[in-house]
C-alpha cells in the first residue's frame, strides 16, 4: 500500500469499519510511514474536537419567540378542527 | 407497531397528535436545543438556524397527524431539520458555487494531498474549552463547501450512520464517504495548520510518486 491508496482507505479505518483484508496491508504501512501515522492522529483528534464541543448555545429570548410561535401555529392547526376537551 | 425498540417520545407524541399542547411543548424542550446546534453548524449563522429550528417544529405541527411510528420520532423530527437547513442552505447561498450540487458524485482521484503535517501541540479536550479554540472549529467548518461541511455534521457531529445520512440527503452512500473524507482532510488542514507543533513537522512521504 502507497501514502495515497491509505488516505483513500482513512475514513474506514478511523470508523474501525475497514475490510480485514485491507486492514492489515494498512497497518503495515502505517508502521513504517511516520507522516500517515501523524495525518490519522490529526483526523482523529479533529473529530474528537469536533464531536466534544457543544457550544451553539440557544439564546433565552429565542426559547420564548420559539414558544409564542408555536402556540399560534397549533391553534390554525388543531383548534380549528376540534376544542382541546374531549 | 414496529418491531425496533420503543420509542421514547412516542407517549408525548400521541398526546400531542390527539391535540395536547403541552405535551408537544415538552417535546420541543426536548430537542430543540439538540436541532438548533446542528442547524447552526449546516447554516453557519444564528439568526439561521433560529429560523430553522421554527420551521422544523412548525412543520412537526402541520405533518404531526400523518407521523408514522414505523420510524422513531427523533429520526422524523432530524430528517424534517435537515430538509429545512438545506433549503435555507439553497436560498443564501443561490448563484454562488457553495450549493449542495444535488447528487453530483464526489470522486476519490483527486483527493488533496495532506501538506502540513505535525502532532498538535495540545491534544483535543484542553483545545475544546478555549474560546479562541472554538472561533476556529467555528470559522474551519464554515469554510468548507456546504455539501463537504453537511456531511461532516451529520456523520462526525451528529453521528448518524452512512446510509441514514445518505437517506437524508438524497445521496448514494458511496458519495457521503467521499465527502466525508474530503471534509476530514480539509478539516485536519486547516486545523493543524493552528495547533501543529512545527518542530515536530513531518515531510509527507512522496513515495506514491
Ligand atoms: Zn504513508
Redesign the interface.
Known amino acids: 500500500m502507497?501514502?495515497?491508496?491509505l488516505?483513500?482507505a482513512?475514513?474506514e479505518y478511523?470508523d474501525g469499519q475497514i475490510d480485514p483484508a485491507i486492514c492489515e496491508d494498512f497497518a503495515n504501512h502505517l508502521a513504517g510511514?511516520?507522516?500517515?501515522q501523524?495525518?490519522v492522529?490529526?483526523?482523529r483528534?479533529?473529530?474528537?474536537?469536533?464531536?466534544?464541543?457543544?457550544?451553539?448555545?440557544?439564546?433565552p429570548e429565542?426559547?420564548d419567540r420559539?414558544?409564542k410561535?408555536?402556540?399560534e401555529?397549533?391553534s390554525t392547526?388543531?383548534d380549528g378542527e376540534?376544542q382541546?376537551t374531549h | 407497531m414496529g418491531e425496533t425498540a420503543a420509542d421514547p417520545d412516542l407517549p408525548l407524541v400521541t398526546q400531542a397528535r390527539a391535540g395536547d399542547f403541552a405535551a408537544f411543548e415538552q417535546l420541543v424542550s426536548r430537542y430543540e436545543r439538540r436541532i438548533f446546534a446542528t442547524a447552526y453548524r449546516i447554516v453557519g449563522r444564528r439568526e439561521d438556524a433560529e429560523e430553522v429550528v421554527q420551521d422544523t417544529f412548525a412543520s412537526v405541527i402541520e405533518h404531526l397527524p400523518q407521523f408514522r411510528e414505523e420510524s422513531k420520532f427523533y429520526t422524523w423530527l432530524m430528517h424534517i431539520a435537515v430538509n429545512h437547513a438545506l433549503k435555507l442552505l439553497r436560498r443564501n447561498r443561490h448563484g454562488t458555487d457553495r450549493t449542495m450540487n444535488g447528487e453530483s458524485s464526489d470522486s476519490y482521484s483527486d483527493l488533496p494531498h495532506p501538506q502540513f503535517i505535525a502532532p498538535w501541540h495540545e491534544n483535543p479536550s484542553v483545545i475544546a474549552e478555549n474560546h479562541e479554540m472554538q472561533r476556529l472549529l467555528s470559522d474551519a467548518l464554515d469554510e468548507l463547501d456546504d455539501k463537504y461541511r453537511t456531511v461532516f455534521v451529520l456523520r462526525d457531529v451528529e453521528e448518524r450512520s452512512t446510509s441514514e445520512v445518505a437517506e437524508l440527503l438524497g445521496i448514494s452512500e458511496a458519495n457521503v464517504k467521499v465527502r466525508l473524507l474530503r471534509a476530514r482532510l480539509q478539516l485536519r488542514e486547516r486545523i493543524t495548520s493552528a495547533l501543529g507543533d512545527k518542530s515536530r513537522q513531518v515531510a509527507a512521504d512522496h513515495r506514491h510518486e
Not at chain 1, 46 to 51: C, F, K, Q, V
Request: glycine share 2%; proline share 4%.
Open positions: 502507497k501514502c495515497d491508496e488516505l483513500k482513512l475514513n478511523v510511514c511516520n507522516p500517515c501523524v495525518v492522529d490529526n483526523i483528534n479533529t473529530i474528537a474536537l469536533y464531536r466534544s464541543g457543544e457550544r451553539y448555545e440557544m439564546p429565542f426559547h420559539l414558544r410561535q408555536l402556540r401555529k397549533w392547526v388543531f376540534s382541546q
